[in-house]
Structures are given as structure tokens and as C-alpha cells.
């Protein structure tokens, strides 16, 4: 079907094809005229063989899905078609898809004899969705993307969807507790000497109970009868932390082999029941970081879906090549712990986390990207999605198409590549756009040198020169546009440039010129779907600016600064209380650390710079014996190592709210993302309420007479 849609603009009519049209004919598959050719025999999964007999016909031949990505690299890679970036519907109106078909009336069509099967049997980005909305799934199968994911679908009919919905934290499908926990309690992780009902971030299963194994073994044999499409299946736990299961058998298998050694024990249980009555499926099981179980042995058809995260989901961790990328708490790095799960046999997916996810500012990680699956194939690794991307990413248009070229062969010419890309989609600004991408490049090799040099330490960031330039380049790139398709993917990517200069504390970039940026960015908006991660970064600088504004300060010039908690479901509660300035409060319950939060993108970009700032916290006690008691206090910057100390507060039962001053606090860059998060240290019966943080400049906390705390938190 492809190669026919295609026929009248490459060749003027539609090519003949199979057997019975003019010579030379096309032959799809496994044909009776392959077979006559003597071309039979299986061939790996997602390859492809193209052959020419001696009259000059061609055959296309491949491994499941069939002869699809042999027609697709016959016409982009033989032919020269491209599929750049797909159609777009903006607030603006309707841009085209960027697209390239040479014209081959009149000449024989070229090929080249050859069979290739790509390292990668899973290949997947994200860059092409907007929130986790694909633009077009035909897009994504012309640039022959094999999802595990649901965002990334591939179209029904074309026979290559082999992926099924349940990819990842599946138990709750397998056993819900809905229909099992009532009668069955023990098919259910024991806590605290409870079974506990499992929800999707809480909870979890009795490992070791047969049962467990052979009742998610009848729900995935139902679901395979009922899409007998579908091949790819995950067992993996609910995203969360409280996942383990306390009762003897699963203490003991746990003490042997980890938490990911458990989950793999009941996965393995469930491969040996299913695999033998259909051999072709594969099963999946995320391990989030940790290195292979001590003595299990991988059944074949189930893949470690491996995801380091605690290495990877932060802006320095994702620049670096993979298997460079570190542990904060220990001198591991990521290639470490591939190289155990190989050694020990295990088939990998990799989850990565590659870019700085939703509406970021320039994130320049093309030459770690390229490293990367050059690593990854070269170390036996089959599969690779990259979560954290989207389309709102700083240029996620050339990033999705590059990308899955370096994934279908990762020894591609990435510099070729992006100068192609950028020359067909950027047009007349595509002289700007290079010299944009390359200041970003730079700035990388410079964080990439120090990285090297200096470790754990360094921190990615632009200097105010790259930025202004950066911001200057995306100016006259919008000026060259001479389309309306143009100045649309110059504009949106303007945007990234803007995030870089209203990210800042409005004092700081000067309240007249954050203003006017302020109404650049809006007014670019109009480039944008309609659903964007970007309209939540304009709303925040708008409200920033907003109230900033309103305190008539000078440029410079600090000012206290209040923001409320986050509670976390299981872990505390947001609850009415009209002893608080807001009328909410966090009730945080006891041996639940991490339950309240204040997150960063609530203070950065309202602190200056270099100033010091006193931490104050508003919080009661709700204790069933007056007493005092320890209050952890702690931040959290992803890819930094964790900072935090604890304080007594005095606990008088429930005597109303008093003000503590646990620590000091100095904002160095607005870059990167995290978290102040709270360990309320009394029994899980009682609780601990926080009202808001509030950073009180630290000269004007000076003049309360107060002694100022001696531990300081760095950000």
C-alpha cells in the first residue's frame, strides 16, 4: 500500500507489483515468485533483504512484521523519500507536513542488493507527541518506529503493531484487587503486617503465592486470545516505593535476591506457564536501576525492561552518554550495571530518560544520544524507548527525525543528518537554525570537558552570552521565515530561547525588558496545539511577574517569599483548616517521609540569585503523648547529591501552630529541578500539619532578634 500511494509521484503511474505486471515487477513478501527465485526462509525479526534476479526484478523480503521496513528503506534510503515531521494543526491554523519525493518518471528505479536487520528490535521516541498525543501514526510507521508504548501506536492495518496497551505497571490488570482482594487478601503484599490493597502507586503482590503466578497467567492468556496481534506484554509492579511483601516466602526470596529479583521470580512463573502454549510472546519486568538477581536465570522470551532512573531523570544525568551517567549515592555508573545484567544473560530494554521533558529550555543532547546507542548496541542491549521527550522539547522536530534514524543504525551520519533536516524544514532560516543548534553544541562540550574533568559536581547551563545569542539567532530566524509552515516551527522554537530568560527572577532579567519577553512568548503561542505543556510555563511567568510586580521593588531587590506544601496520596492529605493563611494544610502521617513536599518550580524563580534566605515552617503536632520529636528536613535536586539535616520541635499534643527556623538557604541558579521534602519522625498513628515554607531574606530576619540556624541547604 505504501509503495502504491507513492507510485504516481514517483513514477507517474502506479509500479507494477507481485506477479502478472510489466517486467520488471515488484515482489512483496513470501510470494510465489520468491519462492520460484528461491528466496525462502525465515529471517530475523524486523529485518529486511532486498534482491534483484537477473531480469531486473526485485524482491523485498523480511522478518516479522513482514517486508515493511525493506519497502521503507528501499524508498528512503535507495529512492531518497523523506518523511522530515508530520502535518500540524496549531491555534494559527494548518502547517503542512514537511516531506521531500524525488521524481523518478522516466528512469529506473535505483536499488542497492542487500539484507540489514537493525540491532534494535524495539524502537521508540517521544518527541512526536504533544502530552502524549501522537500527531500521526502514519508518520511514526514511515519512519519505521517499533513502539512498546501506547503512545506511539502504529497504525492497525499495517500489520507492525506488535505491542499491546499493558506495557508498564501492570499488576493491577493481572490481579486487580477489585475482583480478588475481598476473597483473597494473601494474593496481596503483606506490610506492617497487613495485606495491603494495592492502588496504582501503592502496594503490590505476594510474590511467592502460586496462585498470584497462575491467576495473571489466565488474565494475559485471555487478553492474547483476545488480540492475537498483540506479542508484547508487561508484568511489572505499580509505580511506587511500597512494594514489598513481607510475608516468610517473599522475605526470604527478597533477602537472597532483591525486590527486582522478586519481581522477576513471579514473572519467570508466569513466562513458564504462557510460553510453552505460544512461543512468540514476549514478557517484560521493569528494574529501576538496580544491578540482576543473585542467583536467578533469565527465561529467554522475558526482557528486563531497565530503567536508571536514579541516574538518568535529571537535565545533567541525560547529557552524558548512558553508560557514563552516575549514581549520586555511589560511584556506579549506568554501564556498570548493563554490563551485570548482560554477564548474568539477561535480555534488556532500555527505559531512558533522554531529554528534559515538556516545555524546557534548550537541551543540546544530540552527541549523547549518539553515544549512547552506539553503546547500547555494541553491549547486546535489543530495544530502546526514551521517555522525557515530547514535542514541546527544545527542537523535538529534528531531534524525533535524527533520533530514529540513529536508532534503525546507530552508525548513521548524525552530522549529515541534522544538517539535512535542518536545511528541508527550517528553509530560508536554516542558516540561523545551524548556527543555533551549534552555539548549543558547544555549550555542551564545554559541560561535557568539565564532566570529565570534575565529576559528580558540574552542572549543565548556558552562559548569558549563548543565551542572548541564542535568543538573537531565533529573532532573525523568525524574520527569514517566508511561510506561514516557517515561521511556525521558528516561532515554537523561539519559545525554547524565551525559557531561558523568563525562567529568571524578574528583578534579575529587569522587571520593563521580562515585560516585553513576557509578551513575546504569548503572542508565539499561536504556533502551539491546542494542548501543550508550554500554556502551564506561560501561566507560571505570567503569575510570577504578576505578583512580583505588584510589590513595587527595584530591580535587584529582595523580598520574603511563601509557597505551600504538596501532599502525596498514602503519605498525607491535603485537609481543610482554617487555622492556616490558605485554609488547607499537608497532614503528614507519621514513618511516611518524603509525604510532603515544596517543590522547586514553586521558589526558584522567585528567589534571587545569591541571596541568603532564612527557611521558616509553620507546623502543629497532632501527638497522642506531648513530647518532643524529630523533624527531617531535606532537598532533593535530581542529579545532585541530596542535602539534609534534622531539628527537635517541641510537641504539646494538639496545641495549635508555631513557627520553627530549621536551616538557611541560598539559591545559586534557577537551572534543574526538585524538591525540599519532610520526614515527620512520630508514630504511624500520628501526624504532623504543615502550612507553607516561607524563605525570609536573611538581613531582614537578622533584625527579629532570632539566632540564625547554622545548617544551609545550596541549590
Known amino acids: 500500500g505504501v509503495l502504491a500511494d507513492l507510485g504516481e509521484t514517483l513514477f507517474g503511474g502506479r509500479p507494477a507489483v507481485g506477479v502478472g505486471g510489466a517486467v520488471p515487477f515488484f515482489s512483496f513478501g513470501a510470494t510465489e515468485a520468491a519462492r520460484a527465485a528461491g528466496l525462502t526462509g525465515e529471517l530475523p525479526r524486523q529485518s529486511y533483504e532486498l534482491t534483484l534476479d537477473d531480469a531486473g526484478n526485485l524482491f523485498i523480503r523480511g522478518g516479522a512484521p513482514g517486508p515493511l521496513n525493506g519497502v521503507l528503506a528501499w524508498l528512503e534510503e535507495d529512492l ?11 491555534r494559527a491554523g494548518s502547517e503542512a507536513a514537511c516531506e521531500s519525493f524525488p521524481d523518478w518518471s522516466g528512469r529506473a528505479p535505483e536499488v542497492t542488493p542487500r539484507r540489514y536487520a537493525p540491532q534494535l528490535e524495539m524502537r521508540e521516541m517521544l518527541y512526536h507527541c504533544y502530552l502524549h498525543e501522537p500527531v500521526s501514526r502514519q508518520w ?22 506488535e505491542t499491546s ?51 495473571m497467567t489466565n488474565h494475559i492468556l485471555w487478553a492474547i486470545h483476545e488480540n492475537p496481534q498483540w506479542r508484547i506484554y508487561g508484568i511489572s509492579a505499580m509505580d511506587g516505593d511500597l512494594v514489598q511483601c513481607e510475608c516468610p516466602g517473599c522475605s526470604e526470596l527478597i533477602a537472597a535476591e532483591g525486590i527486582t529479583g522478586a519481581q522477576i521470580f513471579l514473572a519467570t512463573r508466569i513466562a513458564e506457564k504462557v510460553v510453552p502454549v505460544l512461543p512468540d510472546i514476549r514478557l517484560t519486568v521493569l528494574a529501576y536501576g538496580g544491578g540482576p538477581p543473585a542467583t536467578l536465570l533469565p527465561h529467554p522470551n522475558l526482557i528486563t525492561f531497565f530503567a536508571p532512573m536514579a541516574a538518568r531523570f535529571n537535565p545533567k544525568g541525560a547529557l552524558v552518554p548512558i553508560d557514563e551517567a552516575g549514581y549520586v549515592d555511589s560511584d556506579r555508573q549506568v554501564g556498570d550495571t548493563i554490563a551485570q545484567w548482560r554477564e548474568r544473560g539477561y535480555r534488556l530494554y532500555i527505559w531512558d530518560y533522554a531529554d528534559d521533558y515538556g516545555a524546557r529550555p534548550p537541551f543540546p543532547n544530540f552527541d549523547a544520544m549518539a553515544a549512547s546507542l552506539r553503546y547500547l548496541t555494541a553491549n547486546g542491549v535489543t530495544g530502546y524507548f526514551a521517555d522525557c521527550t515530547s514535542a514541546d522539547c527544545s527542537l523535538g522536530a529534528l531531534k524525533d527525525w535524527v533520533y530514529l534514524k540513529l536508532l534503525w543504525n546507530p552508525e548513521s551520519d548524525m552530522e549529515a543528518l541534522i544538517a539535512e533536516f535542518i536545511s528541508a524544514y527550517y528553509g530560508e532560516a536554516a542558516p540561523e537554525m ?25 552542572e549543565f547551563g548556558f552562559t548569558d552570552a549563548e543565551v542572548e545569542r541564542m535568543y538573537e539567532l531565533l529573532n532573525r530566524a523568525c524574520e527569514a521565515a517566508d511561510s506561514p509552515e516557517l515561521r511556525g516551527r521558528a516561532g515554537r522554537e523561539k519559545l525554547a530561547a524565551l525559557h531561558c530568560l523568563l525562567s529568571r527572577h524578574p528583578l534579575v532579567v529587569g522587571l520593563e525588558r521580562y515585560e516585553a519577553l513576557l509578551g513575546e512568548a504569548e503572542a508565539l503561542m499561536r504556533f502551539k496545539p491546542e494542548k501543550t505543556y508550554f500554556d502551564g510555563e506561560v501561566k507560571g511567568w505570567q503569575e510570577k511577574f504578576e505578583a512580583i510586580a505588584q510589590l513595587g521593588l527595584a530591580d535587584g531587590q529582595s523580598f520574603r517569599w511563601r509557597i505551600p506544601a504538596v501532599t502525596s496520596p498514602g503519605y498525607s492529605d491535603w485537609l481543610a483548616d482554617d487555622a492556616t493563611a490558605g485554609g488547607f494544610a499537608a497532614r503528614h502521617l507519621g514513618g511516611k517521609p518524603w ?23 509553620r507546623l502543629r503536632p497532632e501527638l497522642k503523648t506531648p513530647r518532643a520529636f524529630e523533624l527531617g528536613f531535606n532537598l532533593h535536586k535530581y542529579g545532585a547529591p541530596g542535602q539534609g539535616m534534622s531539628c527537635m520541635v517541641e510537641g504539646t499534643g494538639d496545641a495549635g501552630y508555631r513557627m520553627i527556623y530549621p536551616a538557611t538557604f541560598q539559591m545559586h541558579s534557577t537551572d534543574g529541578k526538585g524538591m525540599f521534602w519532610l520526614d515527620s519522625r512520630v508514630n504511624s498513628d500520628e501526624a504532623v500539619w504543615f502550612d507553607e515554607l ?21 541549590y
Not at 482482594?181 to 502496594?203: C, F, K, W
Open 694 to 714: 516561607e524563605f525570609i531574606p536573611l538581613e531582614e530576619f537578622r533584625k527579629s532578634g532570632l539566632a540564625v540556624p547554622a545548617y544551609r541547604f545550596h
Open 80 to 90: 531518497g523519500c523523506r518523511w522530515y515531521a508530520e502535518d500540524l494543526v496549531t
Open 140 to 161: 511514526l510507521l514511515l519512519n519505521r518506529v517499533a513502539s512498546v508504548t501506547w503512545h506511539s501506536w502504529l497504525p492497525e492495518e499495517s500489520g507492525a503493531r
Open 165 to 215: 496497551p499493558f506495557f508498564m505497571h501492570t499488576y493491577i490488570n493481572w490481579l486487580n484487587p477489585d475482583t480478588y482482594y475481598d476473597a483473597h487478601p494473601e494474593y496481596y503484599a503483606l506490610q506492617n503486617g497487613v495485606r495491603v490493597r494495592m492502588n496504582i502507586s501503592t502496594g503490590s503482590v505476594c510474590y511467592t503465592n502460586p496462585a498470584v503466578a497462575q491467576e
Open 434 to 458: 545551524t548556527e543555533y543548534v551549534a552555539v548549543q553544541r558547544e555549550a555542551w562540550r564545554r559541560f561535557y570537558r568539565r564532566m570529565q574533568a570534575g565529576g559528580k559536581g558540574t
Open 595 to 617: 509525604g510532603v513536599q515544596y517543590w522547586s518550580d514553586r521558589f526558584s524563580g522567585y528567589l534571587l540569585p545569591g541571596e541568603i534566605y532564612v527557611l521558616g515552617l
